[in-house]
């Protein structure tokens, strides 16, 4: 993948509290589109709906500043463009089982039924003098972690039954990505990749100003990298409870995830309503 020309160069910290929150300070101050920090290590990391994200050492944690030129209203489809971008970020480093789980987990596709969790994307918005910004927090195990790594007791990711870890110097082949460049380049590498990927869905928005839904530029290619589309699953709540279960037959152009049952009839779901696991 080309180095992306005009972008400024990642900071790179070897640990802080959180990039996200490093980077919304920046985008409050007036950073520029595609300022990014990377940090190796977070002691306060955080994911989705308020859970936190254990950041040990041997991943890639870093948060992303983008600005497009789009309502506000359509950043609603900006997780999926970061998945897409960290997906291609992933194939250029030479992995290749590697796909989404809605709505955005990065998984890498093993004998796990629901395959092995290599990342996970948190996008938070914020406002500034220059108008609004989203932050693309983003991290991705990059190798096992040693032993001396942080783990805080009774720390988890608040999901039942969560995936188990992944890691890219595995779905590469053995050959740590670390070590093809530096940490600064492999950092690079995933913040052009994300840059490029919104950039080329916030033109295709602003050239069709009557589509249906934010994602509707996207969503064919969205649609191609989600692992459990086609497939038998159970539509389970954030506290576990099974609400149902059909067949994955879609991704709306507002994100929203559709269940066929087997009499037919069809649901539609928000990511914050609901995760979707592969039927036993």
Request: charged content about 20%.
């Amino acid at each position: 993948m080309a180095r992306r020309t005009g972008l400024p160069v990642v900071t790179i910290v070897d640990v802080t509290e959180s990039t996200n929150n490093d980077v919304m300070r920046l985008g409050r101050e007036g950073a520029p589109h595609g300022a990014a920090v990377a940090a190796r290590r977070q002691t306060l990391g955080r994911g989705r709906r308020g859970h936190v994200w254990v950041s040990p050492k041997g991943g890639l944690y870093f948060s992303v500043l983008v600005r497009p030129q789009v309502p506000r209203a359509s950043f609603s489809a900006i997780p999926a463009a970061c998945g897409l971008g960290v997906l291609d970020a992933c194939h250029a480093l030479g992995a290749r089982d590697v796909a989404l789980k809605w709505p955005n987990d990065i998984i890498a596709l093993t004998g796990e039924k629901n395959g092995s969790k290599l990342g996970g994307i948190l996008v938070e918005v914020g406002e500034s003098t220059a108008g609004a910004f989203a932050v693309c927090g983003i991290g991705v195990n990059l190798t096992h972690p040693s032993r001396e790594a942080i783990c805080p007791p009774a720390v988890h990711d608040g999901m039942v039954g969560a995936l188990p870890p992944a890691y890219l110097d595995e779905c590469v082949g053995g050959t740590t990505a670390d070590a093809a460049g530096g940490f600064e380049r492999l950092a690079t590498i995933f913040r052009d990749a994300v840059v490029s990927r919104v950039d080329a869905w916030a033109q295709a928005l602003a050239a069709q100003p009557r589509v249906v839904g934010p994602l509707s530029p996207l969503l064919e290619d969205y649609q191609v990298s989600l692992a459990l589309l086609g497939h038998a699953v159970q539509v389970v709540s954030p506290s576990g409870e099974q609400l149902g279960e059909g067949t994955f037959t879609a991704v709306d152009a507002l994100g929203h995830a559709i269940v066929r049952q087997a009499n037919g009839h069809e649901l539609r779901f928000s990511s914050e309503q609901v995760s979707l696991r592969a039927r036993d």
